[in-house]
């Protein structure tokens, strides 16, 4: 099994939620396509992909990575740090549901952002921000020691989430910006060389998604074996998002 969750973006995506860059004009329409190309590029890679519900009044709904966390056949329903988003879940569960997950949810006063989680091999590594609190990670934490997975905290600093600092390849080789984690407890962290070449969506064991907006980090990847599919996500990174943000990929 191969599928990748996504959810299309509607016309008022522009008044999504920025934190720690500065607001720029977003064109819808040029975002539409953009995702319709990123679809494309998982399809191609050999993903089915399964679209949520659209939600077009919410503006935040095509980062549908934020609403959930899949592991194995557990799912792990978000609750989202930003109020305004968690009216976003209910799509992203009947989604799982359908697909016939098992189902438990981040409870109140929880709240976590799944762009928060990272997971490699047997370790999750979960960001603490300003979306995910301590209460979220010791509830995930709860569930994740249960199914045979270790969880270690993150602490990061000047970042939206923790896959916006880091995340990994395929060989589990943690890639990312130092200067945005507590690189402490990681086991490593290759720098990045651009701030975008920290997101890294793996499509396969030696295939992996980038941006366009990370030339010089799909060169050196390129160099060293693997294969790298570029999409141009502007429109997304102009909100905070990244290439991870944009779907959920399900494997088993």
Known sequence: MKIALVRRPGPGLADGIVTHIDRLPVDAGLAARQHEAYVAALEAAGWRVQAVAPADDLPDAPF???????????????????????AEVPGTEKAVRDLGLEVVQIDSPGTLDAGDVLQVGETVYVGRSGRTNEDAICQLARVMCGIGRRVVRVEINGCLHLKTAMTALPDGTLIGMPDLVDTSVLPGLRVAPEPSGAHVVILGEDHVLLSASAPRTAERLRAEGLQVTVVDISEFERLEGCVTCLSVLISG
């Open 64 to 86: 549908v990575e934020d609403t959930v966390v899949v592991c194995g056949e557990l799912a792990i329903l978000s609750r989202p740090g930003a109020p305004e988003r968690r």
